[in-house]
């Protein structure tokens, strides 16, 4: 028992779970009705944990694409105008026609938001592997000019989609139980449990975060690994854009995807993953994106208004990431020597007594 | 002993040094004369860095008494040390390269103007009559300190160590990025400041520098201490038994290793290779099974053949033949598939990945070279990990600890594992012996040479020491200004032969 | 082989300032001969006047990134947005004088600097995390102190706000003039003062820094200090042109401020920078925003098209121009070497 205990504290997820359980447990306390999930008339489940997972589906998408990002060194701070990009793609594909007819088929439209996502990808990839230039600046210009693309697309207004199956991707696809976006969300974080498992990709994309230079001699094609991390992080942000404006049914430029790519690096942050690049935690980043996600959603049910959220948040966050901290470590295994060695202390006391 | 402890400026005794789990230093003394240069000897493991960490406050040591011009000293922190005189200069050179020349002399002491303001042009011009006076350097001290290489900023470094009144100096592997006419310039102003009463402990590899500039030599081994010796009467031979620790016969050390005999068939060949301000024309060939070396001053283009061989640097004309057929090369992995392994100079910069596993680090050409889609299952990596630590006698004590840890040696054994598991026809070893203790030197030599005569590979060593060269190749092309100038084969192999070749004044085979 | 001025010159370490200036001039002719009344000293002063307030904030992140360590300030928009709404509320709620008020202003900068400071030197937390978490500490506050927008009526305050400097037919407001002593301040302190000297260590190799005498976790905190401070002031600034506190003031300004500072010539990984160059970073921003609001035609989201575009422009010459920089400084590396022996 005690070797299990040990080898969980020690293990990558402990911290990032400890956090959480942390947060369930305050809930479990404070918010009424917790835990508990229902069926609902519909087939669908419903309840507050239900409501956690699928509204952190975005985030766990995005924030699995900018783990690999972040990984080989770099960072991805456009996905939140991608997002939006891709949403209205989707949106302008399928017409705000009031009679629900689409103007293009649907999977054509789902496909040019994803072609979008990937576009971005090509377009920060070759920025950053091909030009050499910061991921930090050269995702900046599509983060700055992206929102006005996709205002562009929209021509500044609100495309609101009446297409019905459109609404199926934030909610419920008809007769299943789980909402689409988790089962999205799920898909996605098995094909890459699956692609980190089966292929060497991980060991690769650890070595270029690590030293490029050396992987390079090594033999690993540095820019290609660069690249595919880009437009995996440019294809989540399209797979997200698709969620989010199924979420309103319409296409909001100004806010799709606000923020979204700063809780996204949030979450791989939380996760263990550093900032440098290197070793990257996949059960991390998507117990960080649930976190954050289970913040919001705590915060919401004892009364905390949207606007005041982002205060809290920071402190908790900020709370986490001292813990999670090696300095805090380093002071608690301090802490504890010095009550080993008082303890010593007393004992030698007592054998030379 | 009051008066015998006056000729003492250091005096280290007893010293412990204990890590949980590892008792790093036991019982270690070691004692520095006013005005002598002492060499601090053992091998990678020996204890030598850790007592240098004792003695500069970044370990607090566990027992003894360190005793300083006269007074115990308990330093604390590198910066109480280098205040109280000792200043160390390390390999990596511990400097600020976007700041400039001066200001990497003066930071922290700076010349002042009016307003208290730092007086640029003051600071400047001390700088320059700093470094012409002490070591009769005359650069622009205005320029950033990486627009120098490491020889110069060495330099740079012993001259703000004079400036700041040390009177302990230490050098760590000063000279393995040196050349010949670098590392004499070095000497001399070591003797210099030998001269004018300053102490320098030299920690270096290179047995014949240690006995062309020390006076004395302490012996460290397993953390033990073993003894202190007068240069004068230490033969070399017994103090690499005493470092060893065991008896070496005569000439062991020296040619233990049989020549290869090459193949006849050619793996390899070069037809005018050129690649602009880097390889001038190059036309060769290597054999199959031989050991060919590169021998050329520092900056002679040895590591750029050697890059153009593996594909990191691009041909701009020319072709290479491999078994006859002509290759086109546009990246390493074309080179790979082509059955060729490099491992490159600096293992810090280009070859190890630091917080990646033994393990991990080993298997990564070879998965690299299968592609990322047939990957190699754990228990696979485990088994060819394990063999080549076995076969390479790496020391570690689990494959998954992280190669950063592991000491210079047995960093180097892990990268040449990574390129013997890819299973090569041609192995480059670039400069695989630096900054490496003699027992794993001789260890590698061996290999390489084993690998040559025994699995039928083509081998390319590298290396700035004529010694290893000689001892292990069959045959030696000369490389000067990026050009090949000549090619030596068996009895003509020999440190004055190859440097005569390098003057000119020698001509072998020629192409 | 290049002359010896041009190889000079690109050796030089102000090269990618000069590089920066040549672009802004650039830039300010290419606007002067598409629109009329473009080339004027006022529209050249109205650089420094409309964007005062980014000028100073961008002079407080320069300080973190060239600290190197990842350093980077993310919450200086928010710090701005907190300072007006501060100055509003307390404008509006309390007889305190608007110059106390604008004191408080300053001390919550400092703190919430402080505050960053700390957490990133002595738990070396990663700057981007932490800066975001009292980026948004920050506007949350701003948002508790008042939902909606709340104007700044108070007579002295409006004196301030509206006072100018004139010659002659040209005038430069208050705000302007102090982000001018701003630049001017910072690049002496970066030059002249051992701590400006010791962030540039720092930002190069914090362990040598450290060996070399200096304080370097003290270093940190002061440049995380003055980021803070400079924000507050900026937002002081922001507060004389909108002469009102809102919880939207200030938004993406932490990206404006980076853009220009790299567009300057700061480098991201730390230790290179040159404070007149992220000066011009600024007013290559301004120039960009003048051209299109001469342009008149362009709606709002081209606006933001075309400032990415132009950025984009700017950083990939600037990446092209640094790969050949550093062909030609091996050249001359070899050259000197030589020259030496």
């Given at each position: 028992m005690e070797s299990l205990v040990k080898k969980f504290t020690q293990s990558s997820l402990a911290l990032p779970l400890v956090a959480l359980a942390v947060l369930l447990l305050f809930n479990a306390f404070f918010v009424d009705d917790f835990f508990k999930i229902e069926v609902m008339e519909n087939g669908n489940l419903y309840g507050r944990p239900i409501d956690i997972l699928y509204r952190a589906s975005s985030l766990i998408i995005l924030a699995l694409g900018m783990t690999f990002v972040i990984a080989t060194g770099g960072i991805d701070i456009s996905v939140g105008a991608v997002v939006a990009i891709s949403s209205a793609t989707c949106c302008v594909m399928l017409g705000g026609d009031i009679s629900g007819i689409p103007e293009h088929p649907f999977f054509v439209a789902i496909l040019a938001s994803l072609c979008v996502g990937i576009v971005a990808g090509i377009w920060n990839g070759t920025l950053v592997a091909k030009l050499k230039i910061q991921a930090m600046v050269a995702t900046l210009i599509l983060m700055t000019a992206g929102r006005g693309i996709a205002q562009l697309m929209t021509d500044g207004q609100i495309i609101t989609v009446y297409y019905k199956p459109f609404a199926y991707i934030g909610g419920n696809i008809p007769g299943v139980m789980l909402p689409t976006a988790m089962i999205i969300a799920l898909a996605m974080v098995l094909l890459v449990l699956f692609i980190n498992k089966r292929t060497s990709i991980g060991l690769m994309i650890q070595s270029v975060g690590i030293n490029a230079n050396a992987a390079r001699y090594a033999g690993i094609k540095v820019t290609a690994v660069l690249f595919a991390v880009y437009i995996f992080s440019g294809f989540c942000a399209g797979t997200a854009g698709l969620i989010e404006g199924s979420l309103i049914r319409a296409a909001d430029a100004n806010n799709a995807g606000l923020n979204m790519e700063m809780d996204a690096i949030l979450a791989v942050t939380l996760g263990g993953t550093l900032m440098v690049g290197g070793r990257y935690y996949i059960g991390g980043t998507i117990i960080g994106a649930i976190t954050i996600q289970t913040l919001t959603t705590t915060m919401y049910a004892i009364g905390v208004s949207s606007d005041r959220l982002p205060a809290v948040k920071a402190i908790v966050i900020l709370l986490i990431i001292v813990f999670q901290s090696e300095k805090f470590k380093e002071m608690y295994r301090n802490y504890k020597l010095k009550r080993l060695d008082a303890q010593l202390g007393s004992k030698k006391e007592v054998t030379n007594a | 002993m009051a008066l015998e402890d006056n000729e003492?400026?250091?005096?280290?005794?007893?010293?412990?040094?204990?890590?949980?789990?590892?008792?790093?230093?036991?019982?270690?003394?070691?004692?520095?004369?006013?005005?002598?240069?002492?060499?601090?000897?053992?091998?990678?493991?020996?204890?030598?860095?850790?007592?240098?960490?004792?003695?500069?406050?970044?370990?607090?040591?566990?027992?003894?008494?360190?005793?300083?011009?006269?007074?115990?000293?308990?330093?604390?922190?590198?910066?109480?040390?280098?205040?109280?005189?000792?200043?160390?200069?390390?390999?990596?050179?511990?400097?600020?390269?976007?700041?400039?020349?001066?200001?990497?002399?003066?930071?922290?002491?700076?010349?002042?103007?009016?307003?208290?303001?730092?007086?640029?042009?003051?600071?400047?011009?001390?700088?320059?009559?700093?470094?012409?006076?002490?070591?009769?350097?005359?650069?622009?001290?205005?320029?950033?300190?990486?627009?120098?290489?490491?020889?110069?900023?060495?330099?740079?470094?012993?001259?703000?160590?004079?400036?700041?009144?040390?009177?302990?100096?230490?050098?760590?592997?000063?000279?393995?990025?040196?050349?010949?006419?670098?590392?004499?310039?070095?000497?001399?102003?070591?003797?210099?400041?030998?001269?004018?009463?300053?102490?320098?402990?030299?920690?270096?590899?290179?047995?014949?520098?240690?006995?062309?500039?020390?006076?004395?030599?302490?012996?460290?081994?397993?953390?033990?201490?073993?003894?202190?010796?007068?240069?004068?009467?230490?033969?070399?031979?017994?103090?690499?038994?005493?470092?060893?620790?065991?008896?070496?016969?005569?000439?062991?050390?020296?040619?233990?290793?049989?020549?290869?005999?090459?193949?006849?068939?050619?793996?390899?060949?070069?037809?005018?290779?050129?690649?602009?301000?880097?390889?001038?024309?190059?036309?060769?060939?290597?054999?199959?099974?031989?050991?060919?070396?590169?021998?050329?001053?520092?900056?002679?283009?040895?590591?750029?053949?050697?890059?153009?061989?593996?594909?990191?640097?691009?041909?701009?004309?020319?072709?290479?033949?491999?078994?006859?057929?002509?290759?086109?090369?546009?990246?390493?992995?074309?080179?790979?598939?082509?059955?060729?392994?490099?491992?490159?100079?600096?293992?810090?910069?280009?070859?190890?990945?630091?917080?990646?596993?033994?393990?991990?680090?080993?298997?990564?050409?070879?998965?690299?070279?299968?592609?990322?889609?047939?990957?190699?299952?754990?228990?696979?990596?485990?088994?060819?990990?394990?063999?080549?630590?076995?076969?390479?006698?790496?020391?570690?004590?689990?494959?998954?600890?992280?190669?950063?840890?592991?000491?210079?040696?047995?960093?180097?054994?892990?990268?040449?594992?990574?390129?013997?598991?890819?299973?090569?026809?041609?192995?480059?070893?670039?400069?695989?012996?630096?900054?490496?203790?003699?027992?794993?030197?001789?260890?590698?030599?061996?290999?390489?040479?084993?690998?040559?005569?025994?699995?039928?590979?083509?081998?390319?060593?590298?290396?700035g020491e004529m010694g290893e060269m000689v001892r292990t190749c069959s045959r030696v092309m000369v490389i000067r200004d990026h050009e090949k100038i000549t090619e030596l084969n068996d009895d003509e192999i020999s440190t004055a032969h190859i440097m005569q070749a390098i003057a000119g004044d020698y001509h072998g085979k020629s192409c | 082989m290049r002359s010896r001025f041009l190889s000079n010159l690109v050796a030089s370490q102000n090269f990618p300032f000069y590089v920066t200036g040549a672009l802004f001039i650039i830039l300010f002719g290419f606007g002067s001969v598409l629109f009329d009344g473009f080339f004027s000293l006022q529209v050249f002063l109205n650089l420094f006047i409309d964007n005062a307030p980014l000028i100073i904030v961008t002079v407080g992140i320069t300080f973190t990134i060239l600290s190197g360590f990842g350093g980077i300030d993310l919450s200086v928009g928010a710090v701005v947005s907190l300072s007006c709404m501060t100055l509003a509320v307390l404008m509006r709620d309390t007889t305190i004088s608007p110059y106390v008020c604008m004191a408080i202003v300053l001390a919550i900068g400092f703190t919430v600097g402080l505050v960053n400071g700390l957490l990133i030197t002595y738990f070396r937390l990663q700057p981007f995390i932490v800066t975001l978490g009292t980026m948004f500490l920050c506007r949350g506050l701003t948002a508790i102190l008042s939902r909606d927008s709340v104007p700044i009526d108070n007579p002295q305050y409006s004196d301030l706000a509206f006072f100018s400097f004139e010659f002659g037919d040209y005038f430069l407001s208050l705000g302007a003039v102090i982000a001018l002593f701003m630049v001017v301040l910072a690049t002496l302190i970066l030059r002249y003062t051992s701590f400006g000297r010791g962030v540039y260590a720092i930002g190069g190799n914090e362990q040598s820094a450290k060996l070399m005498g200096l304080k370097t976790d003290s270093i940190r905190v002061r440049v995380y200090i003055i980021s803070g401070f400079c924000a507050a002031l900026g937002g002081i600034c922001y507060s004389w042109i909108m002469l009102s506190g809102y919880t939207l003031h200030g938004l993406g300004m932490e990206m404006d401020a980076i853009a220009s500072s790299v567009i300057g010539g700061t480098q991201l990984m730390g230790g290179v920078g040159f404070m007149p160059g992220t000066l011009l970073g600024v007013m290559i921003q301004g120039s960009i925003l003048t051209i299109i609001s001469f342009q008149g035609t362009l709606s709002a989201w081209w606006t933001k098209i075309v400032v990415g575009l132009l950025l984009c422009l700017f950083i990939v010459m600037q990446a092209l121009v640094n790969a050949h920089k550093n062909k030609l400084m091996n050249q001359i590396a070899e050259g000197s070497v030589k020259d030496s022996k």
């Open positions: - | 003492y400026i250091l005096q280290m005794k007893h010293i412990d040094m204990f890590f949980p789990g590892v008792k790093a230093l036991k019982d270690v003394s070691f004692n520095l004369k006013k005005g002598e240069i002492i060499s601090l000897m053992g091998e990678n493991g020996a204890g030598k860095s850790t007592l240098v960490k004792v003695l500069t406050g970044v370990y607090h040591k566990t027992n003894g008494e360190i005793t300083f011009d006269g007074k115990v000293i308990e330093p604390t922190t590198p910066l109480a040390s280098q205040q109280m005189g000792i200043s160390t200069v390390y390999q990596e050179v511990n400097l600020c390269a976007n700041l400039s020349v001066a200001e990497n002399i003066y930071i922290g002491r700076e010349p002042r103007g009016a307003f208290g303001r730092i007086d640029w042009a003051t600071m400047q011009k001390n700088a320059s009559d700093l470094l012409f006076r002490e070591l009769g350097i005359d650069i622009d001290v205005t320029k950033e300190l990486n627009f120098y290489p490491v020889a110069m900023q060495q330099m740079i470094a012993i001259a703000r160590a004079i400036d700041t009144q040390c009177k302990v100096l230490i050098l760590d592997e000063p000279t393995s990025s040196l050349s010949d006419k670098e590392t004499e310039r070095l000497f001399k102003i070591m003797r210099n400041l030998k001269s004018q009463g300053i102490s320098i402990i030299f920690i270096s590899h290179f047995l014949e520098q240690i006995y062309t500039i020390c006076d004395r030599i302490t012996v460290l081994r397993d953390g033990t201490y073993i003894g202190e010796y007068d240069i004068k009467s230490l033969p070399r031979i017994e103090l690499i038994s005493k470092m060893m620790g065991k008896e070496v016969k005569e000439g062991e050390i020296e040619s233990n290793v049989d020549k290869s005999v090459p193949r006849e068939n050619v793996f390899l060949e070069t037809e005018h290779v050129t690649v602009p301000g880097k390889v001038k024309d190059l036309s060769m060939d290597i054999k199959s099974g031989e050991v060919v070396g590169f021998a050329g001053l520092l900056g002679s283009g040895r590591s750029e053949i050697a890059e153009t061989l593996f594909g990191t640097l691009l041909k701009s004309s020319g072709n290479i033949y491999i078994d006859g057929t002509a290759v086109s090369v546009k990246t390493p992995m074309d080179m790979m598939k082509n059955r060729i392994a490099f491992c490159p100079e600096d293992r810090k910069v280009q070859g190890i990945i630091g917080d990646l596993s033994v393990r991990e680090n080993i298997i990564l050409a070879l998965q690299a070279k299968n592609g990322m889609f047939k990957h190699m299952s754990r228990h696979r990596q485990n088994k060819l990990a394990d063999y080549y630590i076995n076969l390479l006698r790496i020391k570690v004590s689990d494959r998954e600890q992280l190669i950063k840890n592991l000491s210079g040696g047995n960093q180097q054994k892990v990268i040449i594992a990574r390129w013997l598991a890819t299973e090569p026809n041609l192995l480059i070893l670039d400069e695989p012996t630096r900054g490496i203790d003699v027992g794993t030197k001789s260890e590698i030599e061996a290999l390489a040479v084993s690998l040559a005569k025994e699995k039928g590979m083509a081998v390319v060593f590298i290396s | -």
